[in-house]
């Protein structure tokens, strides 16, 4: 057993493995990560679901009888995915029970071109949870102006929703407003809302990426700017559940909201392996990382207990010397959202074309 995995999850934050696929599945892999790595959740996203199934040769006779009883690609994929999803989540029923419905959580997303279409994003949401129909289904919705309204309907309707592809404090407090204003309209119609969770996942190392490449080599605020940029969201978050409005859905019932840091494997290589997973360390978060992220803070992650409330003056620092550097933070944020969007497109096209290619 990992001491740094177990001290990490001491100090609060739930280790999820940001990857699935069938041959994880069917392998033990996933359930020996439970046993021995403290993963506690999975999350997808299209880019995933691409590589997994492209690289198999477990799905191939599935789509073949798919495809031979007359199903469309988009319906051989969705039957692919939510079946591997499904399945995760029975892996993790028993972590979902332990943990009152906090962790045990397998997240799958709405189709990437509905990123700006809240109609869209609504009904695919609805249907998704439909088919998977597991109570410990994150259904992922992506932070765009439109997907805030999609995750208040679907909170209201009574989803779990993985926010995706948040990159700044100010879209951060915009999610945060469209899941509690969901759960307002629950209990404004006499609604439950104690089984309703949701994440905020702000991604975390395409910040660094972005604002790296428009400093001076030699700038004391390189790589710096991610763990700043999430230790000022998350601080927003701890004003926030002391609100008076978060008090008083909490008397109803109220699930926190956790913060998710998302992509946090480290893009540049320079950089210790570990910087986003023991520099962001803190209660009531949720880490999603590759299984090479893991595999480095199981080897030498130097867990120091919370990491994050401590750096909140530190952090502000550091912000506000990249706005005096000319780093207007909510412009990278817009650029990476529309960036992160257009990657997901690429890799649902992708998987759109490695299953016209199988079922030929």
């Keep these: 057993m990992s001491n740094s995995l177990a001290k990490l999850s001491e100090v609060g934050v739930s280790i999820w493995l940001d990857d699935l696929s069938r041959d994880r599945i069917s392998s033990g892999s996933i359930k020996e990560l439970i046993d021995s790595s403290y993963v506690v959740g999975v999350t997808t996203n299209p880019s995933i679901f691409a590589v997994s199934i492209a690289k198999s040769d477990s799905y191939l006779p599935q789509i073949k009888e798919l495809a031979a009883s007359g199903a469309s690609t988009n319906e051989i994929v969705t039957k692919l995915t939510t079946d591997d999803v499904r399945a995760a989540a029975d892996l993790f029923l028993a972590t979902y029970e332990k943990s009152k419905g906090v962790d045990g959580r397998v997240s799958i997303e709405v189709d990437?071109?509905?990123?700006?279409d809240s109609a869209g994003t609504i009904s695919r949401g609805l249907e998704l949870a439909k088919i998977v129909n597991r109570e410990n289904l994150m259904v992922k919705v992506p932070a765009t102006k439109e997907g805030l309204l999609a995750i208040e309907e679907l909170t209201a309707q009574g989803v779990s929703?993985?926010?995706?592809?948040?990159?700044?404090?100010s879209r951060y407090l915009g999610v945060?407003?469209?899941?509690q204003s969901g759960l307002e309209k629950r209990v404004a119609s006499n609604q439950d809302i104690s089984k309703i969770h949701s994440v905020a996942s702000l991604f975390v190392s395409r910040v660094d990426l972005e604002i790296d490449s428009r400093l001076a080599p030699d700038s004391p605020l390189r790589s710096h700017a991610a763990i700043a940029n999430a230790v000022h969201t998350y601080q927003a978050f701890d004003q926030l559940i002391q609100s008076e409005r978060w008090k008083k859905l909490e008397s109803k019932g109220a699930n926190y909201q956790r913060v998710l840091w998302a992509s946090t494997g480290v893009k540049d290589k320079a950089l210790d392996?570990?910087?986003?997973?023991?520099g962001l360390a803190t209660s009531h978060v949720v880490n999603t990382m590759p299984e090479g992220t893991l595999d480095e803070v199981r080897a030498h992650g130097q867990v120091a207990g919370d990491t994050v409330r401590p750096a909140y003056e530190s952090s502000e620092?550091?912000?506000?010397?990249?706005?005096?550097?000319?780093?207007?933070?909510?412009?990278?944020?817009g650029k990476l959202e529309d960036e992160g969007v257009i990657k997901f497109e690429q890799a649902w096209a992708q998987l759109l074309a490695t299953i016209d290619a199988a079922k030929k």
Excluded at 176 to 179: E, H, I, K, T
């Design 112 to 116: 990437p071109d509905l990123a700006y």
């Design 176 to 179: 945060a407003d469209a899941y």
């Design 317 to 333: 620092k550091i912000l506000g010397e990249l706005i005096s550097a000319g780093i207007d933070i909510e412009e990278v944020a």
């Design 273 to 278: 392996s570990t910087r986003y997973v023991v």
């Design 161 to 169: 929703i993985n926010v995706t592809l948040i990159f700044s404090k």
